[in-house]
């Protein structure tokens, strides 16, 4: 898939659940620099078109991910694990599995969310919510194996971040002044439709155990960027959009503007 973006604000698919209102992306009109040029217009992400196939693998990578490193976890911990209750949630985990060779991505889309839910219960329940950290940790590591590294430095893990925003539908973009490169990438997620897919669970039945889904994802983000060898920083925001956050990856010799917020 080629990295060439043409616009502005990504947006793809229906929301799954009530959101605030916020006006359709536009592309701005940008002001000339000095020397009779124009500024490069805003970068709208390439994976607008990312085909159903796609989706449905980065899902599945995502589950692994997770599973694997709750595994990873939970052998790291040293105590003894209920083995009759860990099985089990495996069984739920991997319940009614799509067909891999005809099954939409909204199937795995299904998949990945139930279990997330399954494992962070699981901890929660155990050990406390303090654990997800631990937790986000042990499957960066996994992470470091699974994701391929596609040469482009800090841009990748800022990559596999908007990857998993368009899985949602949620608006992002690439900085405007500065595109993403080796040494600093940056993305803003202008609307995160995780909320909404949240929700749409929730009045589904789902029992969810945290408050906020940034509890764990952020959490999870910056320990994929480190795992990659890249110094995170992030910062949440919410407004007329509804909630969102500013992520930036850099090496660690990389000045980063970002200051973590909880």
């Known amino acids: 898939m080629s990295d060439a ?12 659940g009530p959101a605030p209102a916020h006006p359709p992306a536009t592309t701005a009109v940008l002001a000339a620099h000095r020397d009779g040029g124009h500024r490069p217009e805003p970068q709208r992400s390439p994976y607008r078109s990312m ?16 599973e694997a490193g709750l595994t990873r976890y939970l052998v790291s911990r040293g105590d003894e694990v209920q083995l009759a209750d860990w099985f089990a ?3 739920e985990i991997f319940a009614d599995l799509p067909d891999p060779a005809t099954a939409p991505a909204a199937e795995w889309q299904r998949v990945f969310f139930r279990g997330q ?10 050990y406390g919510e303090q654990v ?27 990559h596999r971040i908007a990857r ?15 595109p993403p490169g080796a040494d600093r990438a940056a993305l803003t997620i202008t609307h995160c ?13 789902v029992r969810l155990t945290l408050a906020s889904p940034c509890t764990y994802c952020t959490e999870a983000l910056s320990a994929n960027i ?6 995170p920083a992030h910062r949440l925001r919410s407004g007329p959009t509804g909630h969102g956050c500013r992520w930036e990856a850099a090496r660690p010799d990389q000045q980063t503007d970002e200051t973590r917020e909880s």
Do not use: C
């Not at 839910?117 to 155990?126: G, I, K, P, Q, Y």
């Not at 998993?164 to 500065?178: H, I, K």
């Open 164 to 178: 998993q925003a368009e899985l949602y539908g949620s608006d992002y973009e690439f900085d405007e002044d500065e």
């Open 5 to 16: 973006s043409d616009g502005t604000i990504a947006h793809t698919g229906d929301r799954a």
């Open 226 to 231: 480190r795992a990659k060898g890249y110094r």
């Open 89 to 91: 949630l495996q069984a």
């Open 132 to 158: 997800l950290a631990d937790w986000a940790r042990s499957n960066a590591e996994v992470h470091r194996e699974v994701e391929p590294d596609l040469g482009r430095g800090a841009a990748d893990p800022i």
């Open 51 to 66: 085909p159903d196939a796609e989706r449905s693998a980065l899902w599945r990578r995502r589950l692994h991910e997770a």
């Open 193 to 205: 439709a995780i909320w909404d897919y949240r929700e749409k669970a929730r009045r589904g039945g």
């Open 117 to 126: 839910a399954l494992m962070e219960r699981f901890l929660v329940a155990r």
